[in-house]
């Protein structure tokens, strides 16, 4: 079974209506053997904030290096990324193993007339696979109510409920208490519940679950916000929140007392109701174990979760938010008011079943409304959203079509004063972060195996690989659209004379590959062609043949890059970066430059050979190798670049730790280099605030656990795909995108197999628009080719030369004087006359 055949078996269990209960799924999982039966499970229900909360567990817990299995619903764009461990997505061969073991059990229930749902057949998809996985916890987030809920299979060891609000009426009950009550039922046996919820609701909860940790805001903030005759809100919670607002743009700070702990955290969330989240994330993870205020604090500030007042820009400031109730839609206008705006244009789509009016009602006063449908069967008219706002007082409405094109709409009529906001669904913000998430990449295609292989990394069906191996040829671009624009631009690119496939997944529900293969002026009357296309695939084409036009032109990542006033080492072209470890561990020359004299004696011999940039690191990231502390790491590094500083050099900073970059750049460093890929969340503004580059390196471990097995759909595309969310946030923090450069991370998490994948095809990561780093001086991949750790030079050099000729902008090597001519001599091959 291919993914594709999967994805469509799974997406057409959509068409059964939900059957609420646990019978179905407790009998599928015990078909599968009970693979959850020996994972520890966190359970998180709520009307709002169970997603963020259940992101802020499995943030600290990893923070304590436990392996954690998260579960969140919908997904984005792909089905993917509803279950994750440590972070990455189950890959798509792990969704189609599960699909063929259990589709024999689930065709039998459905010819019996008692089928499963997409939900229930999707959540034993996640307790599979934590358990194949045997992560030591996993954080299911609800998918609605409690107790009838899919994800109440398993007996949780802690639990919460993040609060109660009106939702799922038809199916939950009419009031807050029949909520409360069946929401309660996610309750631990041997443990209190956690909960934000007041009132009413927190007087159900405690009625149906007895034991209970209440989370609250501090008595001012309480009073302030609780109703009259709420006479729970005015009792002492046992955690105490405060929120003190936003501290930039992507981020605010709160603090939290528990019985015997207390912790001051950031938060790359924004708004009040986030302090509560956080408040019962801390209050779960300490049930499960005594977590000190650092890792707390560590873990808190990097549950990054995207969509939930999301800022993507700041000129003008463009918001997402999947807020899909008026409770929900009150905390966006609150959180806006922490921002300062001229006029608010509202973007707004959502689906048929909510109060649309009370979520109208609860938003900000906008001068623009533009409704837009999601590509979602339960979506709502956009015309009879429009006249929900034209009756609650809009002062323009428009009516939109899709969510791309209703976005772009708003944008054009936006001052840079002004504010955007993206809300009413999280299927409608999904579909509005493809215009900063997509990636269009292009691909070098040599022979017949070549394009056998980009279709079938595209999931194209058999059929389809078989027709088109042959017809592949000159530019060839893979993209991920949504059924009809991929449909659309393959048919309209084939009838213009180039090649277009699609994926063989044809029942909706997340994005699909779409290969584009053929000549530059294909590539341009398909853009005039479809210069004026609904669905947003007008500006998609447009970036395609911008793409495959500067690919064609044979430019670096660097120069493909925005436009910048700044010259950096890699501007002109190609530059190899010198690597000076003051360690005495490195893999490669552990302690032959551990003295400062030795250290800058290297650095200045590098220079007169020509290196671009000295790159000085304290701390080795080879396997087995021991933490420094911050405190060592300074005494280390320091003292080489204040010794570097007369050099006519760029000095970068190898460094995971902030403390110790910051530490460096005031010493002289202008490039900082970050092996783990922002694993320090203060190392992006670090970055931004001193407006330096930052090289972001893809890893799964920093130092290297030779034992971690990890596993890739396709390497490359997995790498990019990881580090693009990582460029997006480095650029949230406001560091512009010819700053960030990538690195994909040569020997760090890849078998060496998978290692040599990466650097054929480096000209994929073109798609990033970032200049692009490969470290791969030495390292074990070469033993596929038979050399050792003291015969690595000559395929070390040879590598280089097919790495600049294959668009890296940077070359990091310990050899420099036979590197520099490696590089030199493949600039020559493009472009001689630069060196006369």
Same mark, same amino acid.
């Given at each position: 079974?291919e993914?594709?055949?999967?994805a469509?078996?799974?997406?057409d269990?959509?068409r059964?209506?939900?059957d609420?209960?646990?019978e #179905?799924?407790?009998?599928?999982l015990?078909?599968?053997g009970?693979?959850h039966e ?10 709002? $904030? ?5 992101t ?20 984005f764009?792909?089905?993917?990324e509803?279950?994750? =461990?440590?972070g990455? @997505? ?6 189609t ?8 059990f689930?065709?039998?229930r459905?010819?019996? $007339?008692?089928?499963?749902?997409f939900?229930?057949t999707?959540?034993a ?18 998918g609605?109510?409690?107790k ?7 007996d ?10 009106l ?9 807050v ?6 929401k &309660?039922?996610?309750a ?18 405690? &009625? %149906? ?10 008595s001012?903030?309480?009073a ?5 005759d ?5 009792d ?8 003190e607002?936003r501290?930039?743009h992507?981020?605010s ?6 019985p015997d702990?207390e912790v001051?955290?950031r938060?790359?969330?924004?708004g009040?109701?986030q302090a ?10 300490r ?19 995207p969509?939930?007042f999301?800022?993507?820009?700041t000129?003008?400031?463009?918001v997402l938010d999947?807020a899909h109730?008026?409770s929900a ?5 609150e959180?806006?008011?922490?921002f300062?705006? !001229? ?23 906008a001068a623009?409304? @533009? ?5 979602? #069967? ?8 429009a006249?929900v ?19 772009? /709409?708003?944008r ?8 955007v ?13 493809r ?14 195996e070549?394009a056998?292989?980009v ?8 059929? !389809? ?6 017809d592949?040829?000159y530019r ?7 059924r ?5 631009a &393959?048919s309209?690119?084939? %009838?213009?004379g ?7 997944q ?24 479809l210069?004026d296309?609904?669905? +947003? ?11 495959v036009?500067q690919?064609?032109?044979? @430019? ?6 925005s ?8 501007s002109? +072209? ?8 003051v360690?005495? !561990? ?5 302690g ?15 220079v ?16 087995? &190798? ?12 320091v003292?080489?670049v ?11 900073i190898?460094t995971?730790?902030a403390?110790v970059a ?6 002289g460093a202008?490039?900082l280099n ?5 694993? *320090? ?17 893809h ?11 990890v596993?890739y ?19 949230k ?6 700053r ?6 040569? $020997? ?9 994948e990466?650097?054929?095809r480096?000209?994929?990561?073109e798609?990033?628009?970032c ?8 390292? /074990? ?17 040879? @590598? ?7 668009g890296?902008?940077?070359?990091r090597?310990?050899d =420099?004087?036979?590197?520099?001519a ?8 493009r *472009? ?5």
């Open positions: 079974m993914y594709d055949e999967a469509n078996f799974l997406f269990l959509r059964f209506q939900v609420p209960g646990t #179905s799924i407790r009998e599928l015990a078909f599968l009970d693979p020996d994972v520890r499970f966190v359970q998180i229900a709520g009307s709002n $904030g169970k997603g963020s909360t259940a802020m567990v499995e943030s600290i817990l990893r923070e304590t290096g436990l392996t954690v299995g998260l579960y969140t619903s919908p997904h764009d792909d089905l993917t509803r279950v994750r =461990v440590d990455r @997505t189950i890959p798509r061969s792990a969704v193993e599960f699909v063929e073991t259990a589709k024999p689930l065709v039998e459905s010819a019996d $007339g008692e089928p499963l749902t939900f229930e999707v959540t998809l996640g307790l599979w696979f934590f358990g194949r996985e045997a992560v030591d916890v996993a954080v299911l987030e609800v609605m109510g409690g009838l809920d899919a994800t109440s299979v398993v949780p060891v802690a639990s919460a409920v993040t609060n109660v609000s939702e799922h009426t038809a199916v939950l009950g009419d009031t208490a029949e909520i409360a009550e069946k &309660a039922a996610v631990p046996s041997d443990a209190p519940l956690v909960t934000a919820a007041t009132g009413e609701a927190l007087s159900t909860l405690r &009625a %149906a679950a007895g034991d209970l940790v209440t989370v609250g805001f501090a001012a903030e309480a302030e916000s609780a109703e009259s709420d006479t729970d809100s005015h002492t919670p046992d955690v105490t929140c405060s929120y607002g501290t930039n992507t981020e700070a709160v603090s939290l007392v528990g702990w001051d955290a938060l790359p969330l924004l009040r109701y509560t989240n956080a408040g019962c994330a801390v209050a779960l993870v049930q499960l174990a005594d977590v000190d205020e650092e890792t707390l604090a560590r873990g808190l500030r990097n549950a990054h979760w969509g939930r999301e800022v993507l820009e000129d003008p400031l463009v999947g109730n008026p839609c009150e905390s966006v206008a959180t806006l008011a922490e300062d705006y !001229d006029d608010l244009h509202l973007v707004f789509g959502a689906m048929h079943d909510k109060d649309h009016r009370a979520m109208a009602d609860a938003l900000p006063t623009s409304v @533009t409704t837009c449908k999601p590509n979602l #069967s339960r979506a709502e008219d956009p015309e009879v959203l006249e706002f034209d009756r609650a007082g809009a002062e323009s409405v428009e009516v939109g079509g899709s969510v791309a094109d209703a976005l772009a /709409s708003a054009d009529r936006t001052a840079p004063a002004d504010c906001l993206v809300v009413g669904s999280l299927f409608c913000v999904a579909e509005a972060r215009t900063w998430t997509r990636t269009d990449v292009p691909t070098t295609v040599r022979d017949a070549d056998a292989a279709l079938r990394r595209a999931n194209a069906a058999g059929d !389809d690989r078989a027709d088109h191996t042959d592949l040829q060839v671009v893979t993209t991920r659209l949504d009809d624009a991929a449909d659309r &393959a309209e690119f084939r %009838a213009l180039g090649t277009g496939v699609v994926s063989g044809t029942r909706g529900g997340e994005l699909v590959e779409v290969v584009l293969g053929g000549r530059l002026s294909e590539f341009d009357a398909l853009a005039e062609r210069a296309a609904p669905m +947003g695939l007008s500006a998609v084409v447009e970036e395609i043949r911008s793409q036009r690919t064609g032109e044979a @430019t670096s990542s660097a120069e493909q890059s436009a910048t006033d700044r010259e950096y080492p890699w002109a +072209g190609p530059c190899v970066m010198g690597v000076v470890n360690t005495p !561990d490195s893999f490669h020359d552990g032959e430059f551990e003295a400062v004299e030795d250290a800058v004696a290297q650095a200045e011999s590098m007169e050979a020509g290196v671009g940039i000295v790159d000085v690191g304290g701390e080795s990231t080879r396997p087995g &190798a021991d933490p420094v502390s911050v405190e060592e790491e300074i005494d280390r590094v003292p080489v204040e010794a570097l500083a007369d050099l006519d050099v760029a000095v970068s190898d995971r730790k403390e910051a530490a460096a750049l005031d010493a202008t490039i970050d092996v783990t890929g922002l694993a *320090d969340p203060a190392m992006r503004f670090l970055a931004a605030d001193r407006e330096v580059p930052v090289i972001v390196m890893s799964i471990d920093a130092p290297v656990d030779p034992n971690r097995d596993t759909d396709d390497v490359v595309t997995d790498v990019i795909a990881e580090l693009r969310e990582r460029v997006l946030l480095a650029e923090a406001g560091i512009p995108r010819e960030v450069v990538v690195d994909p991370g040569i $020997g760090f998490g890849k078998s060496k197999v998978e290692n040599f990466l650097l054929d480096l000209d994929e990561f798609a990033l628009g200049p692009l780093l490969v470290g791969h001086s030495h390292k /074990s991949l070469f033993e596929l080719i038979g050399r050792g750790p003291d015969d690595r030079l000559s395929a070390t050099v040879a @590598t280089t030369a097919l790495a600049a000729d294959r890296a902008d940077i070359i090597v310990h =420099v004087s036979e590197n520099v490696a590089v030199d001599v493949a600039r020559a091959m *472009d001689p006359d630069s060196f006369e």
